[in-house]
Structures are given as C-alpha cells and as structure tokens.
C-alpha cells in the first residue's frame, strides 16, 4: 500500500514540468502527424528522471512478504516443516509455542506423538498434547482425544467420556466427529438412541466428503433408517463412496446397478464395478464377477477368467455351488490354467521362457595339450 501511494505522488510530481513545456515552440516536433500530441516529450529529454533514484533504490520485496500479500497470513513455519516431512523441526518449532499455549502447536505435537514421527510412538504424550490443545477449543485435538478414549490408547478405555468428546467436537463443526456420534446415537449406549439423530449427522459428514460416512448413509436411505427411504439419493452416495475406492461400495454399487435400484439397469457398468472390486481384493466380487463371466452377462464370456476368480474367492472361504454349475462345462486344460494364475495373482505365472532361463552348465573345457 506504501508503495501504491509513493508511485501516485510521483506521477503528480511528474505532471507540473509536462505541463510546464506544453508551450514551447523553438523546435519542431518530429513525429508522425496522428501522434503529435502538446506534450514536448517526442522532442527532447524530460528535465528529471522519471524515477526518483530513491525509489529505485528500494529493496524489492522477499517472497514470504509476497506470499502473505497473496495468502493474507504467514505460513505456519511448524507445520511446513511437517508437511515436507521435518519432524524433528516441526517438533522444534511448535514446542515453545505449545508450551506458551498454542493450542494448534499442541495439536501438531500430539500428531507426531501419536503417529511416531521421528519419535517413538507415545499415545500418553499425545493424549496429554491433545488434552492441553482441547481445553484450547481445537476441535481437532478434541475430535482425536475423544479417539483415544474410545479405544483405550494412551488412556484408560473410557467410551463415556469419549462421546462426550465427540460431542463437543462435533457442536464445534468437526466432521469426523459427527460421524463418530451418529454411530454412537445408533448403537444407543453412549449416546441417546436415535437413528433420526444419526442420519442427521451421518448424512452431515457424509455430505462433507467422509467416505464412510457416505457409505452409511446410503444404507440408512436405503432403509429408511432414520430418514425417509430414497433409493435414488442412496445409490448416489454408494457411487460416491465407491469412487472413493471403498470396495463394499464397489460391491453395494454394483449390486444397485445390476438390479436397478435407484439407477438404471446397467449390467455392464455392474460387472465393471464388480471386476474394480475383485481386483482389489474383495472375495463378494470375485464371485460376483465369476458369475458374470460365467454367464456372459454384461461382460464377454469367459470360462478361464471365471474359473479364476472363483479361485481367489474360495481362497478366502467363499464357495458357491450356483457358480460351480455355471463352470461345469469348463475344459480341464481351461481349469488349470485358470489354477494356475489364481495361484500366482494377482502376478502373471511365470512362463515357461522364464523356467528355462537357468544357465546352462559350461561346456567341457577341452584337454589341454601338455607341453613338450
């Protein structure tokens, strides 16, 4: 701003000697006739520079300087450094902060504590960090103190006290912590029971981005638990919380779309998410996705590839006689290799190129000729 006024006061100083030789006609203006204008400036040099030496001189301004005229406050030095993965100066910067009651300092502390960062692992330092930060009024800390009370880390378990955290945390506007108390107001032991409760803050967290959240809250819309049943805004948060990469939504929104619950029938968007999910891992779409293959449906049939993923998914236990019908025509050398690559997934097996890449033994070095 000092420097805006600066620049304003030199063009009025500026102004006075233009104006001054406005007048003057002993020599003759030499440029184009259109750009003639009573200025004298296409005939001779201003008297003055037109930059004061002084304002030239100024020091140009640092980058930080710059950076808080463009983001209105300071970076927060602690948490640069942990962001770029500086623990121990994070740890070093926030401390005589945290220690004057910096209750965001104190939080940041209570995180490298309770994630070992560059320290060992010390769930009673952070839930010590977190409780001074939380008396502080950050919810954060409040929201992760309220963590550590319900499952008994660093604390004594104490599940009360912990949706009493969550309560407060969640009157603060924390969003993980509305999730937290919808599931408590669910289950009903620690928070009154009330699954209209829970869909509102359910549904609050889910709105927010919680994958989780948005996960349960299709559930509770589909049920109408809570809420009034709404198959078309369920399926909508399951494909959300399915392109989040949360595989039972992956599973849940590819059941949808194959029945068509709140969504078009699309079979072949259904084996799509269904196959998304049995690569990841998920044994319910391994078989689901065997199914399709088997059967052609919404997917190119595909014995050997559904013989495959009907091995993964007894691999974990989960066996179903509709499929092995559906695979009962299968050809035996289709079976085994469709063994084989369970066997190796999700790597290819290896080849038999690759078998045979053993060196060979050396060739019989010949007899040497003995000297004479």
């Known amino acids: 701003m000092i420097r805006h006024v600066g620049l304003a006061l030199l063009l009025m100083g500026l102004s006075l000697p233009v104006l001054a030789q406005a007048n003057r006609t002993d020599f003759e203006d030499l440029r184009p006739k259109d750009m003639q204008f009573p200025d004298n400036l296409g005939m001779e040099e201003l008297p003055i520079g037109p930059v004061p030496e002084e304002f030239l001189n100024q020091p140009a301004p640092d980058a930080l300087t710059i950076s ?6 300071k970076i927060d030095p602690a948490y640069g450094a942990y962001q770029r993965g500086f623990f121990l100066t994070a740890l070093d910067l926030a401390l005589p902060r945290a220690e004057k009651g910096d209750p965001h300092a104190q939080t940041l502390i209570a995180e490298i504590y309770a994630k070992g960062l560059g320290v060992p692992e010390d769930f009673a330092a952070a839930a010590s960090w977190y409780g001074m930060a939380s008396k502080h009024g950050d919810a954060l800390a409040t929201f992760e103190l309220a963590m550590l009370y319900q499952d008994g880390r660093g604390v004594a378990k ?20 509305k999730y937290n108390l919808g599931l408590l107001h ?6 009154e029971p009330s699954l209209t409760k829970a869909a509102q803050l359910i549904g609050e967290a889910a709105n927010s981005g919680i994958t989780e959240a948005r996960y349960d809250f299709a559930g509770m819309l589909t049920e109408g638990a809570g809420i009034a049943p709404d198959p078309k805004a369920a399926a909508e948060q399951l494909r959300l919380a399915a392109e989040d990469g949360l595989a039972a939504a992956q599973v849940d929104y590819a059941t949808v779309l194959y029945l068509g619950k709140g969504v078009p029938v699309d079979r072949a968007a ?43 998914a007894r691999r974990q236990g989960l066996k179903d006689a509709q499929l092995d ?48």
């Open 68 to 73: 808080d005229s463009v983001f209105g406050e």
């Open 158 to 177: 104490d599940r009360k006290h912990a949706a009493e955290l969550f309560q407060i945390a969640a009157d603060a506007g924390n969003m993980a912590a």
């Open 186 to 191: 669910v289950e009903g032991l620690y928070a």
């Open 270 to 312: 259904a084996a799509s998410w269904y196959a998304r999910a049995a690569d990841g891992g998920n044994p319910v779409a391994q078989n689901r996705y065997a199914k399709l293959l088997a059967a052609g449906e919404g997917v190119t049939a595909n014995l050997e590839d559904a013989a495959m993923y009907r091995a993964l």
């Open 325 to 372: 019908r559906l695979l009962a025509a299968i050809k035996p050398e289709q079976l085994t290799r469709a063994e084989e690559r369970a066997r190796f997934w999700p790597s290819p097996p290896p080849t038999k190129v690759a078998a045979n890449t053993a060196p060979a033994p050396a060739a019989a070095t010949p007899a040497e000729t003995p000297l004479n």
